[in-house]
C-alpha cells in the first residue's frame, strides 16, 4: 500500500456512541504486538494529537497518528496496513470486535497483497482481548495458523516467515548466543608455571628473597585474547526485512565480550557501537534508531566501504580483528569503486566473513557486479537468514580458519561459469 488515505470525513463523530480513545489505545497495542516501539507516553501523544486536529478529515487523523507512532522509515508498511485494516471496520472485524467504530470509509486492500504476518497476529490478539464476553455468543473461525514453532522448527525458520510470538522467542534466544572466536596470542606475558620462556624479572626477585643462594627459574607463556570483531551490515530497504533479528544478535555479541566494533550503512555509515552497548535491549534499539538516519533506502556499498577504511580502519582493525560483512550485495552504485574498498579492508583485517541472506535460496547466482566485485576478495561466505546458520557461524568462528583458497574456490569457479 502506498500509505495514502482517502479524505472522506468520518461518518459518525465519536461522541455520537464512538469509543475513540478505547480504539486508540487498542490500536496502539497492536502496534506494540507488531514490533513498533509504541508505550504509554505515545498513547497519550496520539489521543492529544487526535483532539488538536480533529477526526473531520480521514487524511488529517491518518497523519496525526503517523506522526506520533512512526519513527522510521521500515515502520510505515506495518502502521500503513495496521490504520487501513483496523480504522476501516471491515465485516470481518465487526463480527470479531463487536465495538462502535467512528465508521471511516478507506479504499479496499489491493487483492493479492498479503498482510504482514506480525500485524495481522497483533490485531487478532488485540481483537481476542477486546471481545471478553461477547466471544460466546457469536464464535468466528478463522484460520490463521498463528501457532508458535517449537525450538527445532524455530532454528530454521527463515526471520522473514517469522511471526511475532516467534520473533520475540528468536530474539530471546539469539540473546543467549555465545560466539567464541578462537583467541590469539598476543604481545604481553604472563606468569605460567607451564610456560616455555624464562620471566628473568621473577627469578631475580626470587633469587633476593631466598638470599641469592638459589635462583628459582620462573616461566611465563604469551597471553591468549579473542581479537577484536567488527561488524559491518547493511540496512538497506532489500535488508529490513532482516535488520531487526540481526540487530539484536549484534547486541547480544557486543555485550557477550569486549572489542567489539559495529557500523550500520546504507547510503551512508553510522557507527553504533557506542548505542548497542546499553544492556537493556530496547533502550539500545531505540538509541540506534534515532542515530541512524537512512534506514530503508539505497544502498552505496562502495562509498560506505571508503568512509570506513579511510576513518575506522586504523581504529578498530588492528591486533588481527575479524569482520563480519552483513549485505546482500545488491549496490545501488553498480558495484562502482567497490573491489578496490574491499581489497583494501580484506587486506586491513586478519579475516573477512561475508554473510548475505540471499544464500538461502538454492539457485542463487554471482550474477550481480556487487556480488562479482566482492567475492574474490572475502575469506568465507556465509548465509545468514535463520537461527541455525547464526549456530553455524558461531561454530565456524570457534575453529582455526581454513585456508582461503579452499573455503572461495567453489564460489569462485560458479562465478566464472555465469560471466
Given at each position: 500500500?502506498?500509505?495514502s ?8 463523530s465519536p461522541r ?23 508505550g ?7 489521543i ?6 480533529g ?7 491518518y ?9 522510521r ?12 485494516v483496523?480504522w ?9 470486535m463487536?465495538?462502535?467504530l ?8 489491493p ?9 495481522a ?38 526471520f522473514?516467515?517469522?511471526s ?15 560466539l567464541?572466536i578462537?583467541?590469539?596470542p598476543?604481545?604481553?606475558f ?6 616455555n ?8 626477585r ?8 638459589i ?5 611465563k607463556k604469551?597471553r591468549?585474547r ?9 540496512i538497506?530497504?532489500?535488508?529490513s ?7 539484536h ?8 565480550r569486549?572489542?567489539?566494533h559495529t ?18 535491549v ?6 540506534v ?7 530503508s533506502?539505497?544502498?552505496r ?6 568512509d ?5 580502519s586504523?581504529r578498530?582493525?588492528?591486533q ?5 560483512l552483513?549485505t ?10 567497490l ?12 579475516r573477512?566473513i ?9 539457485g542463487?547466482?554471482?550474477?550481480s ?9 572475502v575469506?568465507?561466505?556465509r548465509?545468514?537468514h ?5 549456530g553455524?557461524?558461531a561454530?565456524?568462528l570457534s575453529?582455526?580458519p ?14 566464472e561459469e555465469?560471466?
Amino acid at each position: 500500500m502506498d500509505g495514502s488515505v482517502p479524505t472522506e470525513a468520518p461518518a459518525d463523530s465519536p461522541r455520537d456512541g464512538g469509543k475513540l480513545v478505547a480504539n486508540i489505545m487498542h490500536f496502539a497495542r497492536a502496534l506494540r504486538m507488531a514490533g513498533l516501539p509504541v508505550g504509554p507516553g505515545k498513547v497519550l501523544d496520539a489521543i492529544a494529537a487526535v483532539e488538536a486536529v480533529g477526526i473531520g478529515r480521514r487524511d488529517d487523523f491518518y497523519w496525526a497518528l503517523h506522526a506520533v507512532f512512526v519513527n522510521r522509515q521500515d515502520q510505515r508498511e506495518i502502521f500503513n496496513q495496521a490504520f487501513h485494516v483496523f480504522w476501516r471496520n471491515p465485516r470481518i472485524l465487526e463480527r470479531m470486535m463487536q465495538m462502535v467504530l467512528p465508521q471511516m470509509r478507506s479504499e479496499p486492500q489491493p487483492e493479492g497483497e498479503e498482510m504482514n504476518r506480525r500485524l495481522a497476529e497483533a490485531l487478532l490478539q488485540g481483537q481476542e482481548a477486546v471481545l471478553g464476553d461477547q466471544a460466546d455468543e457469536e464464535k468466528v473461525e478463522i484460520d490463521a495458523a498463528f501457532t508458535t514453532s517449537d525450538k527445532e522448527l524455530l532454528q530454521s525458520m527463515d526471520f522473514e516467515k517469522m511471526s511475532g510470538a516467534e520473533m520475540r522467542d528468536a530474539e530471546r534466544m539469539l540473546q543467549r548466543l555465545v560466539l567464541p572466536i578462537a583467541q590469539l596470542p598476543t604481545r604481553r606475558f604472563a606468569p605460567s608455571g607451564g610456560g616455555n620462556r624464562v620471566d628473568l624479572r621473577a627469578s631475580l626477585r626470587g633469587a633476593l628473597r631466598s638470599g641469592g643462594d638459589i635462583i628459582p627459574l620462573a616461566l611465563k607463556k604469551r597471553r591468549m585474547r579473542p581479537p577484536p570483531l567488527v561488524i559491518l551490515c547493511d540496512i538497506s530497504g532489500s535488508m529490513s526485512r532482516y535488520s531487526r533479528m540481526l540487530l539484536h544478535f549484534m547486541h547480544a555479541l557486543t555485550n557477550d565480550r569486549d572489542r567489539v566494533h559495529t557500523f550500520l550503512f546504507g547510503t551512508r555509515l553510522t557507527n553504533v557501537t557506542r548505542h548497542l552497548r546499553r544492556r537493556d535491549v530496547d533502550e539500545a534499539l531505540e538509541r540506534v534508531g534515532t542515530a541512524v538516519g537512512d534506514w530503508s533506502g539505497g544502498t552505496r556499498i562502495g562509498a560506505c566501504l571508503e568512509d570506513f577504511n579511510r576513518l575506522w580502519s586504523r581504529r578498530v582493525l588492528g591486533q588481527g580483528a575479524v569482520v563480519l560483512l552483513i549485505t546482500d550485495g545488491l549496490d545501488r552504485d553498480a558495484g562502482e569503486g567497490l573491489s578496490g574498498e574491499i581489497e583494501r579492508l580484506r587486506k586491513s583485517c586478519r579475516r573477512l566473513i561475508w554473510l548475505n541472506p540471499l544464500l538461502r535460496f538454492d539457485g542463487f547466482a554471482p550474477k550481480s557486479l556487487g556480488v562479482r566485485a566482492i567475492l574474490p576478495h572475502v575469506d568465507e561466505f556465509r548465509p545468514v537468514h535463520n537461527l541455525d546458520s547464526l549456530g553455524q557461524l558461531a561454530a565456524a568462528l570457534s575453529r582455526p580458519p581454513a585456508r582461503r583458497g579452499e573455503a572461495m574456490a567453489p564460489w569462485l569457479r560458479k562465478m566464472e561459469e555465469v560471466a
